[in-house]
Every structure is written in structure tokens, then in C-alpha cells.
């Protein structure tokens, strides 16, 4: 494959939700021109007044491009926009590359790869993670599945948008990295919250604690970035509570898979599920502080 080059690659982004949208902007601002689709006109609105171009479908899209992304909701939407019947596997041609940011199931990642490859057609899995702030700064952390050349071909694409870019092998291989990454930050976020339940209740300055805690061995990006965010009471903005839950139900399936016991993920799996409960789908993952702080009878919304 030839690498990306400004100018003369096409580019084609389906999704253009919290995240899509800055990713897509910093492609475009590299250079590249780029068609979009999303299920609303409207959530592409910006991408349209910077320059992009609309298509009507997912097969529109492939059919003006020589590379697709693709990030959406969930694996469900992966399969649609790739193999439905105005689908992506319907318009792409020989030659042509196609990378899935969207975190999905690694056994999906590589059907869309085996099918790619059976029509002569590149596939790439990878998911991302720095949440909507690491979109909009891009400073995204990017890991890659698939095959070798195909990273190095997409790299400049990948620059655009993430400081942290690693090629983790064969297809999956990128979502199998980032089921690593989501059980990670279950572990750290119930640590966070818990942390500041405790500094809490015994009467702690919390932003003072946090500044003191927040450069030894407790140093995180949930620390950083997302206890500011409870201390200011936002939770409405961030990673969605209900992507998490996706996601953990995905590692928590491969798990089951391997025969591997993941009890402190199975714990803030059921947690997040009772932020649910209580109207919290589209909070961000930071509402996992409101749960906790029920069950202690600390107010931490007003």
C-alpha cells in the first residue's frame, strides 16, 4: 500500500458523535478532504461548514473515498455499517483501506477484515481511548490491528489525530488492546471514587487533597482529568456511561471466553449498571461517583 498523502488521499468518516467529529476535523486540517455521514445530518453540521462533503449512506461514503473510518455507537452498529445492504463492504474496491475506531467485539474486527481482504480491500481495528478530550486536543491514544503495511500506509492519518500511536499486531489484536485499556480504567475509576469519598467524609480540602495525592504513585488520567470534573459537579459531559457499559460487557464475554475469572471488573460492571438504573445512560463515566455516594449518603450533585 501506499502511504496517505495530503491532497491526493480521499478520505471518508462515518460517525461524527462526540469524538468523530474533532477526529475527523484534525484529518481535515492536515490536509485531507474528506465525505462524512451520520445517522443526523445535523451532528455533522460542523464538519459540513468546515468543508466536508455529505453523502446519503455508508456505501456513498466508500464510493468517494479511498480510506473509511468508521466510529459508532456499538458492535451492532459496526455490523450494519459495514455489512448492511447500503453498507460499506458494498462499495469498497480493490486497493482501497478501511479503519474501524469504534471499540467493538476483536471476533467482529476480524470478520470485517477476512471479508475486506476476500475483495482485495485493507481493514484496520483501531479503537482509541483519551475520551472527548483527548478528541479535541488530539492526543489520543490509538491502538492497531491488522496488517503491518496497512498501519504504516494510514500512520499520517493517524497523527492527525493521537499522540500515542502503537501497532499491536494481527487483526483484534488493536480491540483486544483496548479491553486491556477499559479494564484498566474500571480498576482506577472506583479507586478515584473512592478516594474522594474518603476525603470526604473525613473532612478534607478535596481539591488540596488531590493535589497531593495526584504526583506520587495514585497519578492517573482519571485523577486528572475526570475528579476535577466531579469537584465541579459535571456529569453530563465525558464518555457515556453506556459505551462503558458496552465496552465492559465486551471484556467481560472475552473473558469468559478465555476462562478468566475478572471479579474487581465484574464489580464496576454491576456498579455502572445501577448509574443506569437510576437515569444515568448518558451520563459520563465520572456518574459512577453519584452511585457510590448514595450508598454513603454523601451529596455529591448539589
Known amino acids: 500500500m501506499h502511504r496517505t498523502a495530503a491532497g491526493k488521499t480521499r478520505i471518508g468518516w462515518i460517525g461524527t458523535g462526540v469524538m468523530g467529529r474533532w477526529m475527523c ?78 471499540t467493538t467485539r ?24 483519551g475520551g472527548d478530550v483527548g478528541a479535541r486536543e488530539a492526543r489520543l491514544s490509538i491502538m492497531v490491528g491488522g496488517e503491518r503495511e496497512a498501519f504504516e500506509a494510514a500512520a499520517p492519518l493517524f497523527e492527525a ?43 478534607l480540602d478535596l481539591e488540596t487533597m488531590l493535589a497531593g495525592i495526584s504526583g506520587g504513585a495514585a497519578a492517573c488520567w482519571s485523577l486528572d482529568n475526570l475528579a476535577p470534573r466531579i469537584l465541579r459537579k459535571e456529569f453530563d459531559s465525558g464518555f457515556f456511561v453506556e459505551h462503558f457499559v458496552k465496552d465492559m460487557g465486551i471484556a467481560l464475554d472475552e473473558a469468559r471466553r478465555m476462562n478468566l475469572a475478572l471479579p474487581g471488573l465484574a464489580l464496576v460492571d ?26 454513603n449518603h454523601i451529596d455529591f450533585e448539589d
Not at 176 to 189: E, L, P, R, S, V
Open 270 to 295: 454491576q456498579l455502572y449498571h445501577g448509574v443506569m438504573a437510576h437515569g444515568g445512560r448518558r451520563l459520563g463515566t465520572q456518574a459512577l461517583m453519584l452511585a457510590l455516594a448514595r450508598m
Open 106 to 129: 476483536p471476533s467482529l474486527a476480524e470478520e470485517i477484515f477476512r471479508t475486506a481482504a476476500s475483495k482485495g480491500v485493507h481493514a484496520l481495528d483501531a479503537p482509541v481511548s
Open 25 to 102: 476535523k484534525h484529518v481535515m486540517d492536515s490536509g485531507f478532504t474528506a465525505t462524512v455521514y451520520s445517522r443526523t445530518r445535523e451532528k455533522a453540521r460542523p464538519l459540513l461548514n468546515e468543508g466536508a462533503s455529505w453523502a446519503e449512506s455508508p456505501a456513498a461514503v466508500t464510493a468517494a473515498a479511498d480510506v473509511v473510518f468508521t466510529i459508532v455507537g456499538t458492535p451492532e452498529d459496526v455490523r450494519a455499517v459495514y455489512f448492511g445492504e447500503m453498507g460499506i463492504i458494498s462499495s469498497a474496491r480493490p486497493g482501497m483501506l478501511l479503519v474501524d475506531m469504534t
Open 161 to 203: 489525530m493521537g499522540r500515542k500511536i502503537v501497532y499491536q499486531g494481527v487483526a483484534g489484536a488493536g480491540q483486544h488492546a483496548k479491553m486491556c485499556n477499559q479494564i484498566m480504567i474500571a480498576g482506577t475509576m472506583i479507586g478515584m471514587c473512592e478516594s474522594l469519598l474518603y476525603g470526604a467524609r473525613a473532612g
